[in-house]
T-cell receptor, first 116, second 112 residues
Framework: EAQVTQNPRYLITVTGKKLTVTCSQNMNHEYMSWYRQDPGLGLRQIYYSMNVEVTDKGDVPEGYKVSRKEKRNFPLILESPSPNQTSLYFC???????????????FGPGTRLTVT | KQEVTQIPAALSVPEGENLVLNCSFTDSAIYNLQWFRQDPGKGLTSLLLIQSSQREQTSGRLNASLDKSSGRSTLYIAASQPGDSATYLCAVLDNYGQNFVFGPGTRLSALP
């Protein structure tokens, strides 16, 4: 089944304890992206990657890191989490069209992170 | 910087009615626009995608239109059903072809 998977689905952690949220897709998509969703603020892009070893900042990259060593995986790293990073996080992937644009995004199920 | 808005923020309709959701964007130089559905606490499900060269897309009871020059898209839902209750989001791929920008969503309640 074609899908985007995220782990863990739920995470409660303490301030300053490094954590990684994994994202994996089995559709051979070039484009992958991380979003956070907060009440009243909607979905905001954190980082995106257009292919292996190519990553760029989105609208809210502060406090996050990403890597794209393999096409299928795009982990989100919080080196020193803080309470303001408590949020619902989504990973997404898209295939590339022949003309260079991106096709529709496929989303993972989300990771609910609480930082105390 | 691209900004996306959606009106109304919330909408209640009786079962069987037709309805229209609106999405506006500030920069008309977009690559595509996508409509999603999100159920409470769940992920996003893609409904329709319109490429910048297209004017509309249809899937079942859903029809999405795109007017790039005016920076608008509408999602038309025919004969609403209680199962349509969800939040509907639109997202545009901005003029650089790299960033997806989302609207805040419209929360739809389709009443039985």
């Amino acid at each position: 089944e074609a899908q985007v998977t995220q782990n863990p689905r739920y995470l409660i952690t303490v301030t300053g304890k490094k954590l990684t949220v994994t994202c994996s897709q089995n559709m051979n998509h070039e484009y992958m992206s991380w979003y956070r969703q907060d009440p009243g603020l909607g979905l905001r892009q954190i980082y995106y990657s257009m292919n292996v070893e190519v990553t760029d900042k989105g609208d809210v990259p502060e406090g996050y890191k990403v890597s794209r060593k393999e096409k299928r995986n795009f982990p989100l790293i919080l080196e020193s989490p803080s309470p303001n990073q408590t949020s619902l996080y989504f990973c997404a992937s898209s295939p590339r069209l022949a003309g260079g644009s991106w096709y529709e995004q496929y989303f993972g199920p989300g990771t609910r992170l609480t930082v105390t | 910087k691209q900004e996306v808005t959606q009106i109304p923020a919330a909408l209640s309709v009786p079962e069987g009615e037709n309805l229209v959701l609106n999405c506006s964007f500030t920069d008309s130089a977009i690559y595509n626009l996508q409509w999603f559905r999100q159920d409470p606490g769940k992920g996003l499900t893609s409904l329709l995608l319109i490429q910048s060269s297209q004017r509309e897309q249809t899937s079942g009871r859903l029809n999405a239109s795109l007017d790039k020059s005016s920076g608008r898209s509408t999602l038309y839902i025919a004969a609403s059903q209680p199962g349509d209750s969800a939040t509907y989001l639109c997202a545009v791929l901005d003029n650089y072809g790299q960033n997806f920008v989302f609207g805040p969503g419209t929360r739809l309640s389709a009443l039985p």
